[in-house]
C-alpha cells in the first residue's frame, strides 16, 4: 500500500507541482519585466492633451507645468489651477477645456494616468538630473512632438546605468557632464 501511495506522489504530485511552480515562475518573470520596462505605454488620459501643442507649438516650457523639477525629486503634474492660468480666457468653448473648467469649478485634481514611473524600490531625483543641464527630452522622448504622451525610453536599471556609466556618449550636448554614480546606495536607499 505504501509503496502505491509513493508511486502516486512521484508520478502526479510532483510533477504537477513543478509544472505549476515553473509556469508561475515564467508569468511572473515575464510580467514583472513589462511592467518595469513600460515602453510604449500610452494610456488614454481624463483629458486630451497635446504636448506637441503646448510644449512644441507654443513653446511652453516644461517647468512651467512641472514646477517642482528643478527643486523636488518629482516633476509632479501640474495643479488644476496652473491650466486654468490661460484657459480662463483661451480656447474656453473647446470640449476639452470644458472638461478642465468643470474640473476647476468643482475643485476636483485631474485623474491624470501616470505615464513614466521608476520602480518603487529605486530612487530617482529629477532635481540633480535637471540642475545638471540634462534636457527632459533624454529620457522622456521628444515631448514638443508628442500629441499624446507615452512612455519611449526604458526606466530600467540596465538604461540608468548605460547613462551613467557613458555620459559623454549618451548626452554629447551638456557641456561638462560627468558619469553619474554606480554605487547601489545611489538609486536603492
Not at 500500500?1 to 508520478?11: P, V
Not at 494610456?43 to 528643478?70: K, T, W
Not at 509632479?76 to 473648467?101: G, S, Y
Not at 476647476?104 to 535637471?130: E, G, L, Q, T
Request: glycine residues 4%.
Amino acid at each position: 500500500m505504501k509503496s502505491s501511495f509513493i508511486d502516486y506522489i512521484l508520478r502526479n504530485r510532483i510533477p504537477v507541482t513543478i509544472f505549476v511552480v515553473a509556469a508561475a515562475f515564467v508569468i511572473t518573470y515575464f510580467a514583472s519585466r513589462a511592467e518595469r520596462d513600460g515602453v510604449g505605454y500610452t494610456p488614454d488620459q481624463p483629458i486630451n492633451f497635446s504636448h506637441r501643442l503646448h510644449a512644441g507649438d507654443m513653446q511652453i516650457d516644461c517647468q512651467y507645468c512641472h514646477v517642482s523639477v528643478e527643486k523636488s525629486r518629482h516633476a509632479m503634474v501640474p495643479a488644476v489651477e496652473t491650466c486654468m492660468n490661460c484657459h480662463k480666457v483661451a480656447r474656453t468653448d473647446r470640449p476639452e477645456i470644458i472638461k478642465l473648467t468643470d474640473y476647476y469649478n468643482k475643485d476636483k485634481p485631474i485623474p491624470w494616468k501616470r505615464v513614466h514611473k521608476v520602480p518603487d524600490y529605486a530612487y530617482f531625483n529629477h532635481s540633480v538630473h535637471v540642475t545638471k543641464g540634462i534636457q527632459c527630452e533624454s529620457c522622456h522622448g521628444d515631448v514638443k512632438r508628442m500629441e499624446k504622451i507615452g512612455q519611449v525610453n526604458s526606466f530600467t536599471m540596465r538604461n540608468c546605468l548605460s547613462c551613467h556609466r557613458n555620459a559623454h556618449e549618451r548626452l554629447p550636448d551638456v557641456e561638462g557632464i560627468q558619469n553619474g554614480p554606480e554605487y547601489c546606495y545611489a538609486c536603492h536607499r
